[in-house]
């Protein structure tokens, strides 16, 4: 069993940053920024908490979904940028929107949230008495984690969040979900604001591959990142179509996560299929975490390019680190 789409809706922030707009913390220029990542503009939340973000979106989609929220059986948020430690964004948003007969979690799995959340709702709704409906959420503020000293990593992301509604459905849905927590230390942001409440050395036996880290800070080692990056998308696409038959010629749209233009490339490259099939909003939105892929797919469904029947690949990595992908009829 798999499960359908049923609506989507997104928000973004309305303040923008363009890449001239970051030679005022760092230096750097619109030229490299454009050719090393694709990224022209990204919305940055000035006023707005990451829980609103999710509220406005999941409203929008519940709309568009036509239902009665009081039907909705679970609320996931798959935000890596939550405002509180506790309580949950997923609980914050399930009171905001009516969904008064829902259970809510949050669910972290950085920049492959969704895909995770995807598939954990497909679980859902699948089971013995499943629930009829899963509202998933991607809400991200990664500016209140950025680094704003660092150029390597500051000028990549955004904020921005996109929801889902999604119910039982017979239709296609193959997937695959992955972790290398050996590569934790390679992107990462401590929980807490003071880092001397917290022990930096790992305990006798446990190795800890995280370099120093400034307090609430987002750390990333770049060329790294990049390159375990080319690997997970194509590998993700392949692990979920392992066993179903479905071939890359099947797959009508490619919905990567949006970090980087020469990332999704190399994929496209090694996967051996036309940058005309990969959806592509980072120039516009930069990295919003687990929000890129559910955006793009808001965005290419609000504009007509995908279409009900359509096959998609979706496929994502992030902090973990995490990879995975998900294969479906929208
Ligand atoms: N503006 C101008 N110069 C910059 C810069 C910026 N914003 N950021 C880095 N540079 C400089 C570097 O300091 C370096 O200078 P040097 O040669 O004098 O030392 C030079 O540009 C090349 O840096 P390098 O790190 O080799 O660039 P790159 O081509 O690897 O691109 C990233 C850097 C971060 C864009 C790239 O590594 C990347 O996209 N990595 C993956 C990040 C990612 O996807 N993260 C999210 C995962 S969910």
Request: net charge negative; proline share 3%; glycine share 10%.
């Amino acid at each position: 069993m798999g499960v359908n789409i049923l609506g989507m809706g997104a928000y973004v922030p309305e303040q923008k940053l363009t890449n001239d707009d970051f030679t005022r913390f760092v230096e750097t220029n619109d030229e490299w920024i454009r050719t090393r990542t694709g990224i022209v503009e990204r919305r940055m939340a000035g006023w707005e908490p990451t829980w609103y973000m999710g509220v406005k979106a999941s409203m929008k989609a519940i709309e568009r979904s036509g239902i009665d929220p009081a039907e909705i059986g679970l609320v996931i948020s798959c935000s890596a940028t939550a405002d509180f430690h506790t309580p949950s964004m997923a609980s914050i948003i399930q009171d905001a929107v009516g969904a008064v007969n829902a259970g809510a979690f949050d669910l972290n799995a950085a920049c492959t949230g969704f895909v995770y959340a995807l598939d954990t709702a497909r679980r859902f709704v699948d089971s013995d008495g499943g629930m009829k409906y899963v509202l998933i959420v991607a809400n991200e503020a990664l500016s209140k984690f950025l680094d704003f000293e660092d150029r390597g990593s500051c000028i990549l992301f955004g904020d921005g969040a996109a929801a889902a509604v999604v119910e039982r459905s017979s239709k296609l849905f193959a997937s695959a979900l992955r972790s290398d927590g050996s590569g934790a230390g390679l992107l990462c942001a401590r929980a807490l604001n003071t880092a001397s409440e917290i022990k930096t050395e790992a305990p006798e036996g446990f190795s800890d591959s995280f370099p120093e880290l400034k307090p609430h800070k987002l750390f990333q080692n770049g060329k790294e990142v990049y390159k375990f990056a080319t690997q997970a998308l194509p590998k993700s696409f392949e692990l979920a179509a392992a066993n179903t038959g479905i071939t890359k010629d099947d797959i009508d749209w490619f919905i990567p996560h949006q970090a980087n233009i020469r990332i999704i490339e190399t994929a496209a490259k090694k996967l051996g299929v036309s940058m005309d099939k990969f959806i592509v909003t980072l120039d516009h939105f930069g990295n919003t975490s687990s929000a890129s892929i559910p955006l793009a797919l808001n965005e290419a469904i609000e504009k007509g390019i995908i279409k009900r029947g359509q096959k998609l690949a979706l496929i994502g990595f992030g902090a973990g680190l995490t990879y995975g992908g998900i294969i479906l009829e929208y």
